[in-house]
């Protein structure tokens, strides 16, 4: 195949300025709110090894870029930053004491096998806190998420929590085996109902079993689901997990964000990467998932310091497209000189750049086309000839 | 708020929209005849869009529109991250492998034609059979006719097409109807609109069910 010039790897793109702005201010935004909630920010290589973090990430395997080192080992491009996360975590943050709360704003890379345009690389905001099993670590981050997304000026938004726990012991209680719960499990994650309620069905079930399956797609909508599946519960799994849903949300509703969150005991975000509370976060104007999280108590112990965690990230180009461009209420000055004024000019670059403004300091032979060049600023200077003449 | 709804355009077009006139749906009767692409229904609150039965589930997945009526043949060939909410029961088809009688395959170069590349190749893979599957956009009965391929994986309604190009049905690959689909984030953010629409679908369905079997 043929690359064009000024072509680009497929789902890599450019940021131009206005986006790089609006990037900035929204990332600036959630941080700042992550921050006072006492998050430490850290950053991780893009490189990892294929063999740890590459298999440890809850991203599918022909997603992951992968490439070799000089000694033949495989590596990849992070598909995500919790399994770079945990890996530091593991290894080093975890002698200074649980629970750790720790954030990031970075860049993620995914192969994308349909249509190309979507980008394999863009940025994530999240937080991971780890080492705290209780339900006020879920209610903490799923709150923080809501605050900061808040902060970054998101009002149309909706926050859904599903309990994996809850399903698989359902499903377990009626099909015993892993690999029928799996099957079952599998049409929740693609979201294909007509799928789960055939399949339910076909099973030679008694009809009370199969009616708790398919309970299981209409208990959907506030607090009053986990009374709802109470009323059905047999076992003590499935009580455990509603309890659980329940004490979260009385933590949620004392961050008084309750407005914004909704209860799906049928949502399955990933066929086995969460362990407990999980959820998904969605708003208006973008017709795809904003950004997600949940408990992955497994994830540590595969680098050897078995810990429960929880987390969310939100992808910051889809949050983009949600708010829409910001402006910030800054401008920047050109200050076009020649030759025999350019100390002066500089002095007052210099001064106002001082004060926090944003200023261009132009000679004036560098410029090839004077009106296309001085349109794009908000103010223009010329320190022009000699000293007096030419005054703005 | 209004629901925007994908509807495809041809064959299933007809039976989808008897389906939500049963449902309670005061759809008006020039809709099915009118050239418009974007047609309005106010006092539904519905935004119907016009499209072609493979792009449906696009629009659908990208949430221009909130639900949309796609065959079970477009989910399977487009693998789209939608919700399939409801087995509407209409349009009632399936995929099959058809050929010429008496042709073996082309122990060689064994080729399969076909407009829909990923459930053909999935299936033969399945079979452990290495076929090539070549891509058409239609009219895919005269590939056999012509020499393109020996076989053909298409949909197979009535068989009326097979039979008059002379060609047999081989093998059954998927019984497919139409089904309801809704984007993920309108399923979260209009949820209750949805949740509505499902409902006076289901009891369309079962209405129609029903004088089925009568």
Redesign the interface.
Known sequence: MRVFMFEKPLGMRDTLPDVYKTKRLLREAMMAEIETWGYSFIETPTLEYDETVGKASAILDQQLFKLLDREGHTLVLRPDMTAPIARLAASKLYEEGCPLRLAYAANVFRAQQ?EGGRPAEFEQVGVEYIGDGTMYADAEVISLMIFALKRAGLR?F?V?IGHIGYVDALFFDILRQEQRVETLRRFLYE?????YR?HVKSLPLSSIDRDRLLRLLTL?GGKEVVAEGKAYATTEAERRALDELEQLWTYVDQYGVTDMV?LDTSLVSHMSYYTGVLF?V???N????LGNGGRYDELLAKFHRPSPATGFSVRLDRLMEAIGEQQRGEKTTCIIFSQERFTEAYAKAAEMRRKGENVVLQHIAGIQNMDQFTASFDDVVYVLGKRGKDEQ | MMLTVAMPKGRIFTEALVLLKRAGYDIPDDLEHSRKLMIDVPNEQLRFILAKPMDVVTYV????ADVGIAGKDVLLEE?R???????LRISPCYLAVAGLPNTRVHPIAPRVATKYPNIASTYFREQGEQVEIIKLNGSVELAPLIGLAERIVDIVSTGRTLKENGLIELERIVHVTS?FIV???SY??Q?RAIEHMVDRLTYAIEKAGESNEN
């Open positions: 349909r149309d909706t859904t979201k294909n109902y007509v799928g055939e959907r909704k998904e969605y708003a208006k973008v017709g795809f998932l | 997945e990208h949430g221009v693998e991250d939608v919700y399939e909410m409801l087995d089904r984007n993920p984030v979260r953010m949820d």
